[in-house]
C-alpha cells in the first residue's frame, strides 16, 4: 500500500475563517511534507516532519501552522489566510531519504 | 539551494510519437524520482531513479548522476500521457525534495 490520503479535496474558506487540512499514511514513512502548488507551477516546499519532529520551515507565514500528532498524522491548520492564499495544498511521505509518495492534494479557495 | 531545470517547457506530440524529457541538476543528489501530475493535480511516481536505467512499459528513465542530468522517454505516446511531468530530487543531508521546473506535454489524436 503506497497511499496517502489528504482531507478534504477542496475547501472554500473566507479570510477570517480557522480550517485544518488532514493527512495519512500507513507505510511507516517517518518523514512528511507540506508543499503549495500555483497555477502552472511546481509544488514549492512549505514544511519537513522528520520523526515527529518539524525540521524544514521555508519561511512560510505563521497563518499556516504544521502539526505532526504521530507518526502517520500530518495536519495543516490554515488562520486568517489571504486570497493569495488559494493553491493546491500536496501531502507527502518518505522513508528517510527515499521514494516520495504523495496525496491527491486539497484545492483550497480563500474568499 | 539546488536548482532543477527541465526541458523543454511544452510539447506537443502526434500520438504514436516518441519523446525525451529532460532534467538538469545543478548539484550532487542524493536520489531522482519522475512524477506525472494529472489534469487533477495527482503526483504519480513514474520512477525512482539515482542513478543508472529503468523501464516500465512505454517509459523508461535514465540518470547519468556525474553529469546530472536525467532523462525521460515516451515511447508510443497515447492522450492519456497528457500532463506536466516533474522530476524532483533530494540533495544534501536535508530531507528536502526539490521539483524541477515541468514539462507540459500534450498528445493529440
Known amino acids: 500500500d503506497t497511499e496517502v490520503t489528504q482531507t478534504p479535496k477542496h475547501l472554500v474558506m473566507g479570510m477570517t475563517n480557522k480550517k485544518s487540512l488532514k493527512c495519512e499514511q500507513h507505510?511507516?514513512?517517518?518523514?512528511m511534507y507540506w508543499y503549495k502548488q500555483k497555477a502552472k507551477k511546481p509544488p514549492e516546499l512549505m514544511f519537513v516532519y522528520s520523526y515527529e519532529k518539524l525540521s524544514i520551515n521555508e519561511s512560510v507565514p505563521s497563518r499556516f501552522s504544521p502539526e505532526c500528532p504521530n507518526s502517520s498524522l500530518l495536519n495543516l491548520h490554515l488562520h486568517a489566510l489571504q486570497p493569495e492564499d488559494s493553491a493546491l495544498y500536496l501531502c507527502a511521505s518518505a522513508l528517510g531519504g527515499g521514494e516520495a509518495f504523495f496525496g491527491q492534494g486539497t484545492r483550497l479557495t480563500v474568499v | 539551494g539546488i536548482q532543477v531545470e527541465q526541458s523543454p517547457p511544452d510539447l506537443i506530440l502526434q500520438e504514436g510519437a516518441n519523446s525525451t524529457l529532460r532534467c538538469n541538476f545543478s548539484?550532487?543528489?542524493?536520489?531522482l524520482q519522475w512524477f506525472h501530475q494529472n489534469p487533477w493535480g495527482q503526483l504519480i511516481n513514474l520512477f525512482y531513479i539515482p542513478s543508472g536505467t529503468k523501464q516500465n512499459g512505454r517509459l523508461s528513465a535514465t540518470t547519468v548522476a556525474t553529469e546530472r542530468y536525467s532523462l525521460l522517454y515516451i515511447s508510443s505516446s497515447q492522450t492519456t500521457d497528457s500532463g506536466v511531468y516533474f522530476c524532483a530530487v533530494l540533495a544534501g543531508g536535508y530531507q528536502k525534495v526539490t521539483f524541477g521546473t515541468g514539462t507540459k506535454l500534450q498528445v493529440i489524436p
Open positions: 548539484d550532487s543528489v542524493n536520489n
Open positions: 507505510m511507516g514513512h517517518r518523514a
